[in-house]
């Protein structure tokens, strides 16, 4: 198949997130990009599966669209189905499993949706490649049937394991951050490599890691070992492309330091850091959040704060707040980006209110990422 084909591809993101994915997608060149929840959807070449994959930071998944149509019942589901050219795409030993999401549709049932989509595959195929039977013991070929009120968008999965999944995560803290949301709170912030960074809730060092990462120009799946669509024989270019983000890779002297009180979870931080390839570039130590001193005059903190899920957490946050404040109160050129789940934050951290709030969702958990903006640092000459 002709890698220069025209084809659509959708990046799928969390809620709250679109317009970051959607500036990396600029960043990378693409134009005419169409904004829905959860996706950014844009025109392509087979050939920009590889890059898109390997470049983009926020997204969980990048889908290739196969087709779009209407049905208002299970047998229109299946005729339309079945008339797609699936052996365009999959081949007589393709692994394709079959899920689909339903929401406000007559066609109400997840489970009848997937067997009746897997159905009009398999017949589609088995006539297609004449064959008395599918083996599916090649390569993975996810399909995803995605129906809102009547209409049935399907896709192919790219992507294989989520993106987030950068391949130097071994181990986590108690509350993991996915990579994925840790990397958009950086790009959502105001945070440069030349801007000193701390993180006084670090836990497994994630956004550290990430935030290296942007400041290496280093692709966040430069290291990851697979990707479904390496298997496409219809998509070219991942050799190319791996060799291209290896090249893109910058020495960038760095100010990044990560602290958490609990002294398990810095030993992981290290050793995440180094498997991601940015261990030299971030400090990481234990500390208290009550004994944080800042000598310097400008900033940035980026936090995943501790939620507090349990009433009895209420007074040790109280504390935690109290002590953000006073650490801060009189720094006016540090800027804060937090990342909570207790609404009741900004009323403890009195320097100022919010310059924005962001609600997002961190798993199934809805949080909020509060900015507050420090005095802008004046650079002489």
Not at 110 to 136: G, N
Not at 260 to 276: H, S
Request: charged content about 25%.
């Amino acid at each position: 198949m002709e890698i220069k084909q025209q084809i659509q591809l959708i990046a799928t993101c969390k809620f709250g997130l679109e317009a970051v994915v959607k500036r990396e997608l600029e960043e990378l060149g693409f134009t005419d990009l169409r904004v829905t929840n959860g996706s950014v959807e844009f025109d392509a070449v087979m050939s920009d599966i590889p890059t898109v994959n390997l470049w983009l930071r926020a997204a969980e998944r990048v889908l290739l669209k196969v087709a779009t149509f209407t049905a208002m019942n299970f047998d229109e589901l299946y005729d339309q189905m079945r008339a797609i050219a699936w052996e365009k795409w999959i081949p007589a030993d393709g692994y394709f499993p079959v899920n689909a999401k339903v929401h406000k549709s007559t066609i109400d049932s997840v489970r009848s949706t997937q067997s009746i989509a897997k159905k009009a595959i398999v017949d589609r195929l088995m006539e297609a490649h004449a064959a008395d039977s599918l083996p599916e013991t090649g390569a993975e070929y996810a399909v995803l049937v995605t129906i809102l009120k009547e209409e049935v968008l399907l896709t192919l999965d790219s992507s294989g394991d989520g993106l987030h999944k950068r391949g130097y995560r071994l181990e986590t803290g108690e509350a993991p951050l996915r990579e994925t949301m840790a990397a958009a709170l950086v790009l959502l912030s105001f945070w440069n490599p030349s801007r000193l960074l701390i993180d006084p809730f670090c836990g497994s060092g994630t956004i550290l890691i990430e935030a290296a990462m942007i400041g290496r120009n280093m692709a966040p799946g430069l290291n990851r070992p697979f990707y479904a669509s390496e298997e496409w024989p219809f998509v070219e270019g991942w050799r190319e492309a791996r060799a291209k983000a290896a090249e893109a890779v910058l020495d960038t002297p760095m100010q990044l330091f990560g602290y958490d009180i609990d002294p398990a979870v810095i030993p992981i931080a290290k050793r995440n850091a180094e498997r991601a390839g940015v261990d030299e570039d971030i400090t990481f130590n234990v500390k208290d959040v009550k004994e944080l001193w800042i000598d310097q005059q400008y900033g940035i903190i980026i936090s995943n704060m501790p939620y507090g899920e349990r009433v009895s957490d209420y007074k040790a946050l109280n504390k935690i707040y109290v002590s953000l404040h006073h650490t801060f109160r009189k720094k006016k050129g540090w800027s804060l980006f937090l990342l909570t789940a207790d609404t009741m934050f900004r009323l403890y951290f009195k320097r100022q209110t919010p310059n924005r709030s962001r609600k997002l969702y961190n798993g199934n958990i809805r949080v909020y990422y509060y900015q507050y903006h420090g005095e802008r640092e004046i650079v002489n000459g």
